[in-house]
């Protein structure tokens, strides 16, 4: 059974991913959005282990969402949206690490 109050995504949980509610587009897409500024916003002060920490815990947590049995029941178009923002965040902790 999926841990549906983990967070994935800053504070966004996993049910808010893979669960009905709230829809794709714009709810969902608009809490991305936010989560995403305060993520890159949280990253700027971070030394290097903990953006490695960041990293890690990020990846794990795509990994997490996009290994639900059963997946084509859920909202597929959610968990492609999650794991857009999931992508683009890794990437931003990927550049601040190499600089």
């Given at each position: ?24 587009i ?41 290994s639900r ?14 794991t ?16």
């Amino acid at each position: 059974m999926a841990d549906l109050d983990r967070k994935v995504f800053g504070q966004i949980t996993t049910k808010e991913i893979i669960g009905a509610f709230p829809p794709a587009i714009p709810d969902t897409k608009i809490l991305l959005d936010e989560e995403l500024q305060n993520l890159i916003s949280n990253i700027k002060s971070q030394n290097k282990e903990s953006l490695q920490k960041l990293l890690d815990d990020q990846k794990i947590a795509e990994k997490h969402v996009n290994s639900r049995p059963g997946a084509m029941a859920l909202a597929q178009d959610k968990i492609q949206l999650f794991t857009e923002y999931s992508q683009k965040y890794i990437q931003i902790i990927n550049k601040k690490l190499k600089s």
